[in-house]
């Protein structure tokens, strides 16, 4: 074999190829969304906020009560929003395989209908007269992430720069029915701003005889409005009669962050 020869000439430009598949479009957001749930306190299924859209309307579950056990539901998530009401909306299944409905005195906790209130204890079963009683809700879905914020004051707070309001309440944080049992409220969900005060919101339904009622033993627990100079003293005592707030009970906000162009 002899010796390596020179570089030749460069050739012709060839044709052109054909064109490839499309490719992934960068840079699109994740379509996902952020699910919350609005109570109207009364008989009529509330309006998803600006911004946000219907998924369903329900009913108002507060919290449950089997064998002296209470079980609650955070008022801002779906789980809150029952589609259908029964007083008793649960079945009781025990190890022996064996389940049971509607055999024991189990109770269900709603929020109620605070235009149609009821003196303490009477007793209602008639059905239409029930039904005008419980709270209805709506779930709705929002393209951004929603908060609620407590002002510990008689003043409704501001939203965070870049946020829209939703809607301004007053700050519920707890609530006991039988036995003392209950649940609690989580205050950066939307479920602890009730857009109306009652210092009883809510209605205890008996299970098995089907049977709902003001009890004088539930109670409501809100945060209070302070003072910011009074913040380390002892607390003052004071009573307030009625169901009037008189700036005694902290208010608050809901707001939804606004969507990123």
Known sequence: IGPKGSVGEWGDKGTKGACGPPGILPGLP??????FTRHSQNSTAPKCPDGSSLIY?????LFINGYSRAHGQDLGTSGSCLQRFSTLPFVIC???GECKYAERNDYSYWLSNINELLPENPIVSNEELLESKISRCSVCEAKANVIALHSQTSAVPPCPSNWNSL?????????TGLGAEGSGQPLASPGSCLESFHKMPFI?????PGTC?????TYSYWLAALSQQNMFRKPRPWRNRGNSPDGKISRCRVCMKQKLR
Do not use: I
């Open 213 to 217: 009622r003001k009890d004088s033993g």
């Open 94 to 96: 025990e190890p022996a």
């Open 204 to 208: 205890e339904c008996n299970g098995s």
């Open 57 to 61: 309307t329900g009913y108002s579950l």
């Open 167 to 175: 809607w301004v309440g007053f700050s519920f944080v707890m609530e």
């Open 30 to 35: 994740p379509n996902n969304g952020f699910l």
